[in-house]
């Protein structure tokens, strides 16, 4: 049932182009082993071997905790319509921070977010797709507006005040790399 491929094909990149949300999973070499849903208009085909998604302010910034460790990590699409498929893109991402050269040009992929902390780029090694004949079918409502109305509540300085607290190290005391050191 499961395929595998060296990179994207129009066929998937057009099933991603679908998706409401998808799933990022990372692990360092030791410790908590980290599963995220995402969603939000966060995801950009680069091209048939990169991705690249935008991490918005969360609880926490494990997925940049695992990328400075050792930067594995896999996104997995699932649909939820009538036509069951999984779709996991598997490779070695980094982080782009807004401190860095790269940030505006990667930041100008999405719509303007507000509490935008990093944008992974991910190098795929591995493409592959499942069956998924077992994920039950869901109706897409809509967007929560709520992690947007938190940012503009907190506004830009609030926003890095709250990542100073919560987003400078992972649940293993790993640092995510949110501010340079």
């Known amino acids: 049932m499961a395929e595998q491929f060296e990179q994207l094909d129009d066929k998937l990149i057009d099933f ?4 409401q949300m998808f799933f990022v999973g990372t692990a ?5 082993v980290n599963v995220s849903p995402k969603g939000m208009d966060s995801l ?3 091209d048939t071997r990169r991705v690249a998604w935008l991490n918005l302010t969360g609880s926490g910034n494990e997925s940049a905790a695992h990328v400075l460790e ?5 996104i997995m699409f699932c649909s939820f319509d009538k036509q069951p498929l999984i779709l996991r893109l598997y490779g070695t991402a980094r982080a782009v921070h807004p401190r860095d050269d790269q940030w505006a040009e990667m ?4 719509p303007d977010h507000p509490g935008a902390r990093q944008v992974f780029v991910l190098e795929l090694a591995l493409v592959m797709t499942s069956c998924g004949y077992a994920v039950p079918e869901y109706s897409f409502k809509r967007e929560r507006p709520t992690l947007r109305k938190w940012a ?8 890095v005040e709250y990542w100073r607290e919560n987003n400078v190290s992972s649940l293993d005391d790993k640092a995510t790399g949110i501010f340079k050191d």
Do not use: Y
Request: hydrophobic share 40%; glycine share 20%.
């Open 16 to 19: 991603i182009g679908r998706q």
């Open 107 to 110: 930041a100008a992929l999405f």
């Open 70 to 74: 050792n930067g594995r990590m896999t």
């Open 152 to 159: 503009e509540n907190k506004g830009p300085e609030g926003v």
């Open 44 to 46: 950009r085909v680069l």
């Open 28 to 32: 360092g070499a030791e410790g908590f």
